[in-house]
């Protein structure tokens, strides 16, 4: 059992910088693959970015490639969204998620594991 829980969230203006953490116990996250969703309002939750257990392999949706990154430091137990050039509409509850199948996958069901999720407010 792995116990998942964010922070970092916040309200910023459009074009600012935040980065969100996500501390993993019960389990380290040396074997899962782990991954980062939003959810906006009235919306489906989305994939944001996601990595294999070894860290080696990330992915990100084309909508933040470029402007987000996904350290994760396993030893320690956490995982980071570093967010930047931030958009209203990057707007979301920020989730981070980890699958025991160790390998990245964009899909949420694939995920077992949910931390309660960061709002993450961008204003323009």
């Known amino acids: 059992q792995v116990q998942l829980v964010e922070s970092g969230g916040g309200l910023v203006q459009a074009g600012d910088s935040l980065r969100l953490s996500c501390a993993a116990s019960?389990?380290?996250?040396?074997?899962?693959?782990v991954g980062w969703f939003r959810q906006a309002p009235g919306k489906d939750r989305e994939f944001v970015a996601a990595s294999s257990w070894s860290g080696d392999n990330t992915h990100y949706s084309n909508s933040v490639k470029g402007r987000f990154t996904f350290p994760r430091d396993n030893d320690k137990g956490r995982v980071y969204l570093q967010m930047t050039s931030l958009k209203p509409e990057d707007t979301a509850l920020y989730y981070c998620a980890a699958a025991s199948r160790g390998t990245w996958s964009f899909l949420v069901e694939e995920y077992d594991y949910w931390g309660q999720g960061t709002q993450v407010t961008v204003s323009s």
């Open positions: 019960g389990r380290t996250l040396n074997a899962y693959a």
